[in-house]
């Protein structure tokens, strides 16, 4: 069992539970435009309104390129992830026909994302 926050462009927050949680097909859901709503756990949101979607208690905390994603709203958000492709993420925030995009296990509105920049961790030598 997975606990997940929904934000909302209203500014509403709600944690749901679910079985399972994979960031890309929410992703692929939110992007769908044959759907109106979308069903996460037994949560049912307007596709819209999703602002952001992060876990909560998330077991993936490796990673090995790390991120801060810096929101509209004055968030600033760490994340780990493997796959950071910063001319993809572009590209997809640059899209009107994307509604959201995935960075590593988190999912945000595209119009919620201010920056995203890759933390380069500086090599000290030890005497």
């Not at 539970?17 to 069903?39: G, H, R, V």
Request: overall charge negative; cysteine-free.
């Amino acid at each position: 069992m997975r606990t997940i926050e929904i934000h909302t462009h209203g500014g509403l927050k709600h944690k749901v539970q679910t079985e399972t949680y994979n960031a890309q097909i929410l992703n692929e859901q939110l992007n769908n435009d044959d759907l109106i709503t979308i069903l996460i756990g037994d949560f049912i949101i307007q596709r819209i309104d999703v602002k952001r979607i992060s876990p909560i208690d998330s077991p993936m905390t490796e990673g090995t390129q790390k991120l801060k994603v810096h929101t509209n709203g004055g968030k600033e958000i760490e994340i780990l992830t493997n796959d950071y492709d910063p001319y993809f993420i572009n590209e997809k925030l640059n899209s009107n026909n994307t509604i959201t995009v995935v960075i590593g296990d988190y999912v945000f509105s595209r119009i919620d994302v201010k920056q995203i920049i890759q933390v380069k961790e500086e090599v000290t030598e030890q005497l």
